[in-house]
């Protein structure tokens, strides 16, 4: 399976919709002068999605041995309108995630 192939599997099982790869654009994201995300994003039509007409995906590696790539899917509704702000988006959930991840721990 290549990796256009996996990004569309992963849209069809999270998004319920086939999808066609449009493009790669190639996405570097500089907060404060340092770098903190550089990468290609992947640009998918999607068919028959409720929402929304496009998806940005792309993968990266994990320190997680159980699970050792994340794939990650944003649909393409404001705020995430181009791959760059999608990255964005991505993100800013994840950092929601560590967060809450971290209070968690802090309340155990």
């Known amino acids: 399976m290549t990796y256009i192939e996996e990004l569309k599997e992963v849209i069809r099982k999270l998004h319920g919709v086939e999808s066609t790869h449009i493009e790669s654009v190639p996405v570097k994201e500089v907060f404060q002068g340092k ?13 028959g999605h409720p929402k929304a007409n496009t998806a940005y995906a792309w993968s990266h590696g994990t320190d997680d041995p159980a ?42």
């Open 67 to 108: 699970s050792p790539k994340r794939h990650v899917t944003v649909l393409k509704v404001p705020p995430a309108v181009s791959p760059i702000t999608a990255v964005r988006v991505a993100i800013m959930q994840e950092l929601r995630e560590l967060r809450a991840n971290a209070e968690e721990e802090a309340e155990a």
């Open 35 to 47: 770098t903190i995300w550089e990468g290609i994003v992947e640009v998918f039509d999607l068919h």
